[in-house]
């Protein structure tokens, strides 16, 4: 047991980390993932992903208060409404500041709804229903927490019309949107997920990081929301963007099995490689690299090239490709073409044929979009496709992909436009050679020190019957 010396060593040495700006003491194990998730991380704009009951709310209070004691700064945090400050905001805050030095201790100035420091920092609190332009401010900002962004109705307008123009000059200004996932699936929130999904893995931490919860807390909680894969658990506790399952064009893609890292085999060089182009001017235009291993019947793709708006220019994809073939080490390679531009297509081989390398796109042809979509599907189910965790656009597609509402097209995402990855996917598998084994039958075979028997050489029986009929074989 501590004598009191070692308590009052202690309590000193957490005044000083307070006064330093460290508050880790206060985090338990998973509040201090959490935190080396957000700050191990460069962008500007961190969605983080967060299971019911994790104290997101806490280590977002605890993080405001360290900055503010580490420098003069501004922060701003916003809830959906006014009455979640009283509720849960200022209790955590309550909680973050009794160990506060006195010399350390803000003052809450109701009148501006903020805390202000001993050294002129100030966080500031803002009920968007009551202020939705109360983010704003000419003051610099060091730091925006929108506590459970997934549930703030206008977070497009609030993100669009004041989160950017306020950090506009301010680049180290970092965007904290800590939420469990919003229900629908074209809440804006799923938007700022995906963007960040494209620089780096978005932080998650569902009910099983929580060191707060013992395996029978879990095995309850998970009986009380009608099972582990019910969907309000996958939602609420492990964190699972549900998508109508109706609508979803790949239910049977999943990371876990289908991104990985590829060993390439001893036979790689002789492998067929196959390429896919899916063109757009509205939407993005798409590229994948592929190489198909025979002996397993598994495609892999290794690369995507991933282009839109003005970058979608005639040279850009054929020296894009060039550049990436070099790096995959691919040789001769199969490469097909959307048929929708002709012109594009006929260009890109005028470029192979004037720099010799004869690098060409041959047009694919187009079955019905349900057809292609089912064999995308059939693949993945057999466990046919691996994709190399670079290809994130691809990855992205495949988990939120949907139909439209008459099931007629796929539907429009602000990230992953028209599902065109999923249509170079179409298709590649549409076109890779399955039939041929590219690999010599003498691959790896001690020619100096095996017999190997002429094929054309009769013996046996057949020879006996060929001298009975009279019968000569030519030599070959």
């Given at each position: 047991m501590p004598s009191e010396a070692d308590r009052a060593l202690e309590i000193l040495a957490r005044r000083e980390l307070y006064r330093r700006g460290n508050l880790?003491?206060?985090?338990?194990?998973?509040?201090?993932?959490?935190?080396?998730?957000?700050?191990?991380?460069?962008?500007?704009v961190q969605p983080i992903l967060c299971a019911r009951g994790f104290g997101k709310t806490y280590l977002g209070c605890a993080e405001a208060v360290a900055l503010c004691n580490r420098k003069t700064a501004r922060v701003k945090i916003g809830t959906e409404f006014q009455t979640d400050l009283e509720e849960f905001i200022l209790p955590n805050f309550e909680a973050v500041l009794q160990e506060c030095p006195a010399d350390r201790l803000p003052?809450?100035?109701?009148?501006?709804?903020?805390?202000?420091?001993?050294?002129?920092?100030?966080?500031?609190?803002?009920?968007?229903?009551?202020?939705?332009?109360?983010?704003?401010?000419?003051?610099?900002?060091?730091?925006?927490?929108l506590e459970e962004a997934g549930f703030i109705s206008k977070l497009e307008q609030i993100y669009y019309s004041v989160i950017v123009p306020t950090t506009m000059h301010r680049p180290d200004c970092r965007i904290l949107l800590p939420t469990t996932p919003p229900e629908a699936l074209?809440?804006?929130?799923?938007?700022?997920?995906?963007?960040?999904?494209?620089?780096?893995?978005?932080?998650?931490?569902?009910?099983?990081?929580?060191?707060?919860?013992?395996?029978?807390?879990?095995?309850?909680?998970?009986?009380?929301?009608?099972?582990?894969?019910?969907?309000?658990f996958q939602r609420e506790y492990l964190c699972k963007r549900i998508p109508d399952g109706t609508r979803q064009l790949t239910p049977e893609f999943s990371k876990e099995r289908h991104v990985t890292e590829w060993k390439r085999p001893a036979y790689f060089d002789?492998?067929?490689?196959?390429?896919?182009?899916?063109?757009?001017?509205?939407?993005?235009?798409?590229?994948?690299?592929?190489?198909?291993?025979?002996?397993?019947?598994?495609?892999?793709?290794?690369?995507?090239?991933?282009?839109?708006?003005?970058?979608?220019?005639?040279d850009a994809i054929y020296d894009r490709t060039a550049e990436t073939e070099r790096a995959l080490g691919y040789g001769r390679v199969?490469?097909?073409?959307?048929?929708?531009?002709?012109?594009?297509?006929?260009?890109?081989?005028?470029?192979?044929?004037?720099d010799g390398s004869g690098r060409y796109w041959r047009p694919t042809a187009k079955d019905a979009v349900?057809?292609?979509?089912?064999?995308?599907?059939?693949?993945?189910?057999?466990?046919?496709?691996?994709?190399?965790?670079?290809?994130?656009?691809?990855?992205?597609?495949?988990?939120?992909?949907?139909?439209?509402?008459?099931?007629?097209?796929f539907d429009r995402s602000k990230v992953f436009g028209h599902a065109d990855a999923l249509a170079a996917l179409i298709y590649l598998?549409?076109?890779?050679?399955?039939?041929?084994?590219?690999?010599?039958?003498?691959?790896?075979?001690?020619?100096?020190?095996?017999?190997?028997?002429?094929?054309?050489?009769?013996?046996?029986?057949?020879?006996?019957?060929?001298?009975?009929?009279?019968m000569k074989r030519k030599a070959p």
């Open positions: 880790s003491h206060l985090l338990h194990a998973g509040q201090l993932k959490i935190r080396s998730g957000i700050w191990g991380l460069p962008r500007q003052r809450w100035k109701s009148s501006g709804s903020k805390y202000v420091f001993p050294n002129g920092s100030e966080i500031k609190l803002i009920g968007l229903d009551r202020k939705p332009n109360g983010l704003r401010g000419t003051h610099k900002t060091d730091l925006i927490i074209d809440h804006f929130f799923w938007t700022l997920y995906d963007q960040a999904q494209l620089l780096g893995d978005v932080p998650v931490f569902t009910i099983d990081d929580n060191p707060l919860l013992r395996p029978p807390d879990v095995a309850r909680l998970e009986k009380d929301m009608g099972g582990r894969g019910s969907t309000a002789y492998l067929i490689k196959t390429e896919s182009l899916d063109t757009g001017v509205r939407d993005h235009t798409v590229q994948l690299y592929s190489a198909y291993d025979f002996p397993t019947a598994t495609l892999h793709i290794e690369d995507e090239l991933v282009l839109s708006g003005n970058d979608v220019l005639t199969d490469r097909w073409a959307d048929n929708n531009n002709l012109i594009l297509i006929q260009d890109l081989g005028s470029r192979g044929l004037k349900e057809a292609g979509v089912n064999l995308v599907r059939l693949w993945l189910k057999q466990d046919r496709l691996r994709i190399h965790p670079r290809c994130r656009f691809l990855i992205g597609t495949l988990e939120t992909a949907l139909w439209n509402k008459n099931r007629t097209d598998i549409r076109n890779v050679n399955t039939r041929t084994n590219p690999i010599p039958a003498t691959f790896q075979v001690d020619l100096d020190n095996t017999f190997i028997r002429n094929p054309h050489a009769l013996d046996g029986s057949a020879r006996v019957l060929a001298e009975a009929f009279g």
